[in-house]
């Protein structure tokens, strides 16, 4: 299949050596020359010779921004754009119109992997925006990562894609205050997390299933620790980091939201429930 890349960073190079590899024809633009040695691929000077050259073109650069300068007014006719650049939900619809305006065809992509897990088990790359246009490339495309589509609507990749994200920075900002505790009466903090904080955090993790059912049926009720008790719980924890000397400053937005919704009378409800305050 004849495929397009337009972006060869750390991604971009990823996708089209993975692509090649796969047999398929590959033709690459990037902004800056040079970025093609060694990929296997066909370079091209511009990105609208880039695009006249396969009826799927990729794109992965920077931002929304970037792409929409790059393809400045190349027409995108019986083209399908694929943009697995990272953006907002709104950002996507935005550009569905743009390129629907081209006359091409969007699907926008959420890449969850870094580079080198490109076209390994574990790399998922998350599809929203054309169902025909995914239809047609899914199965070229299953080289690159596992394939969830997840509806017309382009603005899903993202959203979903964000969402991701979201619970990987939660994952890290608690790993963070955890290590800054330990370190901070010098104890080892590679022996801690691989001995007791990542099982610990895995069996966490093994629990949330349970709050999402509790948050879609808006039943908060519970036989776990409570709201209450897990606000007493963060007092005490905020204290503790105070006397060792190190500062709780990723923990304390939660902390915000528990008082809030205790104060509001739900101190008996379970950890699902602050989700009414987020809303
Ligand atoms: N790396 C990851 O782990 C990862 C994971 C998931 C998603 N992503 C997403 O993939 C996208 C690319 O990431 P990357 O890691 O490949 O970044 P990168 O290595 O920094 O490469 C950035 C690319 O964007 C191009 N670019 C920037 N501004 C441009 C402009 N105005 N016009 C044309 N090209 C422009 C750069 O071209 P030049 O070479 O000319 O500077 C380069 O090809 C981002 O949206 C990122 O969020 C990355």
Same mark, same amino acid.
């Given at each position: ?20 590899? @796969? ?12 970025? /093609?040695?060694? $990929? ?6 511009? @990105?609208?010779?880039?695009? @006249?050259?396969?009826? $799927? ?9 970037? +792409? ?8 995108? *006719?019986?083209? +399908? ?8 939900? @709104? ?11 081209? %006359?091409?065809?969007?699907? *926008? =992509? #959420? ?7 490109? #076209? ?20 070229? $495309? ?18 979903? *894609? ?7 920075? =939660?994952?890290?900002? %608690? ?41 879609? /049926? ?14 007493? =719980? ?27 919704? +205790? ?6 409800? =379970? ?9």
């Amino acid at each position: 299949m004849r495929i397009s890349i337009l972006g060869l960073g750390l991604m971009g190079q990823a996708l089209a050596r993975t692509l090649v590899g @796969a047999g398929h024809s590959v033709t690459v633009w990037n902004r800056t020359e040079g970025k /093609a040695d060694g $990929l296997g691929a066909t370079a091209v000077a511009t @990105a609208a010779e880039a695009v @006249a050259a396969s009826p $799927l073109v990729i794109v992965c650069v920077l931002d929304y921004a970037a +792409v929409r300068e790059l393809l400045g007014l190349v027409q995108l *006719d019986d083209r +399908v754009l694929l943009n697995l650049t990272n953006g907002r939900p @709104a950002e996507a619809r935005d550009m569905a119109d743009w390129v629907a305006a081209r %006359g091409g065809d969007y699907l *926008d =992509g #959420g890449i969850m992997a870094v580079p080198q897990m490109i #076209g390994t088990p574990g790399a998922l790359i998350l599809y929203s925006g054309s169902p025909a246009a995914f239809e047609r490339y899914e199965e070229a $495309l299953s080289a690159l990562a596992g394939s969830r589509y997840l509806g017309t609507d382009a603005g899903l990749a993202p959203l979903y *894609d964000l969402a991701m994200l979201t619970g990987m920075y =939660g994952q890290f900002a %608690g790993f963070l205050e955890a290590a800054a505790l330990i370190a901070s009466e010098k104890r080892p903090v590679a022996e801690f997390t691989t001995e007791l904080l990542l099982p610990w955090m895995n069996a966490m993790a093994g629990r949330t299933p349970e709050l999402a059912a509790a948050i879609e /049926a808006g039943e908060y009720a519970t036989d776990v620790s409570n709201l209450e008790v897990n606000r007493v =719980g963060m007092v005490n924890l905020v204290r503790a980091f105070e006397e060792q000397g190190v500062k709780p400053d990723l923990l304390l937005p939660m902390g915000d939201v528990l008082d809030r919704r +205790v104060a509001a009378g739900h101190g008996a409800e =379970g950890l699902a429930s602050l989700i009414e305050e987020l809303r």
